[in-house]
C-alpha cells in the first residue's frame, strides 16, 4: 500500500513538473527573444553611425599610417643604412623588436578563443570575436614587419622562389602564412551569420558596406545543416590553430637560439618566448575588452565578472612566464662564463639595468601579484595594469633583441663608437609607430563594418536555441 502511494506521488509530481515546464515555456522564451533582440541593436548601433570622436581617431590613424608609409619609401629611396641606425653589431633594431612583439600577440587566438572553446569554457564567448581580430591583425602587421626589416618588399618574393628549408627565416615565413590562413577563417566562419544580419537590419547605409554585407553573407539561410558546417569548421580550426599558433612562436625563438650569438644560446628559448606571448595576450584583451566596453557601452554584456576571470588568468600566466624568466636567466648569471658576462652584467647593473628591472615590474612582478586583490581585478585597475604590460611587453622584446645584437662571439676591433650603441633613429621610430598605426586601424574599422560581440555565439550560450536565433534573425524587430 504504501509502496503504491510513493508510485501515486511520483507520478503526479513529474506530471506535475511537466505543466509547469509547459506553462513557463511561453514566458522563458519570451524573455529569450527580448534579450536577443535588444543585443542585436546594441550589437549594430556602434556600426550604423561613427561620431565625432570615431572620425578623429580613424583620421589620425590614417595619418600616422601614412606617415610611416612615407618614412620607408625615404628610406628604401635614400638608402637603408643612411636613414636607420643599423650596423654591423646591430643589424636588426627596432624592425625585428616589433615584428617579434606581433608574433607574441597574435597568439591571442589560439589562447583566448581556441583553448577555452575546446575546454568548454563558456564565458569565453563575448571576448572570442575581439581576440581573434586582434589574432588577425597581429600576424598580419607581423608579416608587414619582416618586408619592413628586409628592406625592398621584391625580396620577399625571392625568398619564396629560392628559400632553402635549411633556413629557419623560411620556416617562419611558411609559418606566418598558414597561421594567417587559419586565424583569418576563424574569425570569418563565425562572422558570417553577424554579417547576415547587418545586411537585413541595417539602414542607410553606403552602398559600399552594403555590398560587403551582400558578398560575405554568402547566401546564409542559417539552416540545421548551415549550423553543423560553422560548428565543425571551427572545432577543426580551434584544434588546428593551437599547434599553429605556439609553432609560429617556436620557430620566433629559434630564429635568435639557431644564431651564433652567447645571449640567445638558449633550449629555453621557444618556451620563454611562448610564455611571454600568452601573457601579453590576456593582457591585449584586457585592453581592447575594456576600450570596447567604455566606448561602445556594452557594460551589460562586456560585465565585471569578465575581467575578474580574465585577472586571475594573468596571475597564473605571469607566475609561469616568471618562471621561464628564472630559467633563462638564473643558468648563466650563476656561471658567469665569459660568453654571457657582459650581457648579464649590462642588463642587470649595467647601461640596460633600468629598462630591464622596468621591464620586469610592469610585465611580470605587477600583473602577477596586483589581480591577487579583488579590487584590483575591477575593469579600470586590470585596464591599467594590461596596459602597463602590453608596454612593458614591447620592451621585453626590444631588451631580447638588441643587447644580444651588442655583445656579438668575435667582437670586431677599431669599430666605430657609434656602433657600440644602438638607438633607434626618426625613421625607424615614424615606421614603427606607422605599423602600430595600421594596426589599431585595422581593429577600428572591423569594429565599425561588424559586430566585435558575436551575437550567436553570445545568445546560444544564453540559451537561445540556434533554430530560434535564425528565425529572430529573418524577423527583424525593427531596423536600427
Given amino acids: 500500500m504504501e509502496k503504491d502511494l510513493n508510485v ?19 514566458i522563458q522564451e519570451k524573455v529569450l527573444v527580448e534579450k536577443y533582440n535588444t543585443m542585436k ?5 556602434p556600426i550604423q553611425k561613427i561620431g565625432i ?18 618614412a620607408f619609401i625615404f628610406q628604401e629611396v635614400k638608402s637603408k643604412y643612411e636613414t636607420i641606425s643599423l650596423n654591423n653589431y646591430t643589424m636588426w633594431g627596432v624592425y625585428i623588436s616589433n615584428f617579434v612583439f606581433f608574433v607574441a600577440l597574435s597568439l591571442v587566438g589560439a589562447l583566448m578563443s581556441a583553448v577555452l572553446k575546446l575546454t568548454n569554457f563558456g564565458w569565453y564567448r563575448p571576448l572570442s570575436r575581439i581576440a581573434e581580430v586582434i589574432a588577425v591583425g597581429a600576424i598580419m602587421f ?41 586565424c583569418s577563417l576563424f574569425l570569418l566562419i563565425p562572422l558570417i551569420p553577424g554579417v547576415t544580419l547587418c545586411r537585413d537590419h541595417l539602414q542607410n547605409i553606403p552602398k559600399w558596406q552594403m555590398w560587403i554585407y551582400k558578398t560575405f553573407s554568402f547566401n ?6 548551415q549550423w553543423k558546417i560553422v560548428k565543425r569548421c571551427l572545432t577543426i580550426l580551434a584544434i588546428l590553430i593551437i599547434p599553429l599558433g605556439i609553432s609560429i612562436h617556436t ?20 618556451a620563454y618566448f611562448i610564455a611571454g606571448a600568452f601573457l601579453l595576450g590576456v593582457g591585449a584583451v584586457i585592453v581592447g575588452t575594456f576600450i570596447f566596453r567604455k566606448f561602445y557601452h556594452f557594460e551589460k554584456y562586456l560585465t565585471d565578472e569578465y575581467f575578474d576571470k580574465m585577472g586571475k588568468m594573468l596571475v597564473f600566466l605571469a607566475a609561469v612566464y616568471f618562471y621561464f624568466n628564472i630559467n633563462e636567466y638564473l643558468v648563466p648569471a650563476f656561471k658567469m662564463d665569459t ?16 629598462l630591464f628591472w622596468l621591464v620586469a615590474l610592469f610585465g611580470i612582478f605587477v600583473p602577477g601579484i596586483l589581480p591577487l586583490f579583488k579590487s584590483m581585478r575591477k575593469p579600470f585597475p586590470l585596464f591599467a595594469i594590461a596596459s602597463l604590460l602590453v608596454i612593458a611587453a614591447w620592451f621585453k622584446r626590444y631588451i631580447i633583441v638588441i643587447p644580444g645584437l651588442s655583445h656579438p662571439y668575435l667582437p ?60 529572430l534573425s529573418n524577423k527583424p524587430n525593427k531596423t536600427i
Avoid at 541593436?41 to 548601433?45: E, I, P, Q, S, V
Avoid at 546564409?220 to 545543416?225: L, R, S
Avoid at 620557430?251 to 621557444?270: I, P
Avoid at 572591423?446 to 551575437?455: G, H, M, W
Fill in 8 to 26: 501515486d506521488l511520483g507520478e503526479m509530481l513529474k506530471k506535475h513538473n511537466v505543466m509547469q515546464d509547459e506553462l513557463l515555456r511561453p
Fill in 41 to 45: 541593436d546594441d550589437m549594430l548601433r
Fill in 53 to 70: 570622436a570615431g572620425k578623429i581617431w580613424i583620421a589620425f590613424l590614417v595619418i600616422m599610417f601614412l606617415a610611416g608609409v612615407t
Fill in 142 to 182: 607581423a608579416g608587414v614587419g619582416i618586408i619592413v626589416a628586409m628592406g625592398h618588399p621584391e625580396r620577399l618574393y625571392y625568398l619564396l622562389l629560392y628559400g632553402r628549408l635549411q633556413s629557419p627565416i623560411i620556416w617562419d615565413i611558411i609559418v606566418i602564412i598558414t597561421y594567417f590562413v587559419a
Fill in 220 to 225: 546564409w539561410k542559417g539552416t540545421p545543416e
Fill in 251 to 270: 620557430v620566433t625563438a629559434w630564429l635568435f637560439a639557431s644564431t651564433l650569438r652567447a645571449e640567445w644560446d638558449s633550449t629555453n628559448f621557444g
Fill in 339 to 354: 660568453r654571457h658576462t657582459p650581457y648579464i652584467l649590462d642588463e642587470f647593473l649595467g647601461k640596460d639595468a633600468i
Fill in 412 to 471: 670586431i676591433q677599431d669599430v666605430p663608437k657609434g656602433w657600440l650603441h644602438y638607438s633607434p633613429s626618426t625613421v625607424e621610430i615614424i615606421v614603427v609607430l606607422g605599423i602600430f598605426s595600421a594596426f589599431l586601424l585595422f581593429v577600428t574599422l572591423f569594429s565599425k563594418l561588424f559586430p566585435i560581440i558575436s551575437i550567436w555565439e553570445v545568445a546560444e550560450g544564453e540559451g537561445v536555441p540556434l533554430e530560434k536565433i535564425n528565425e
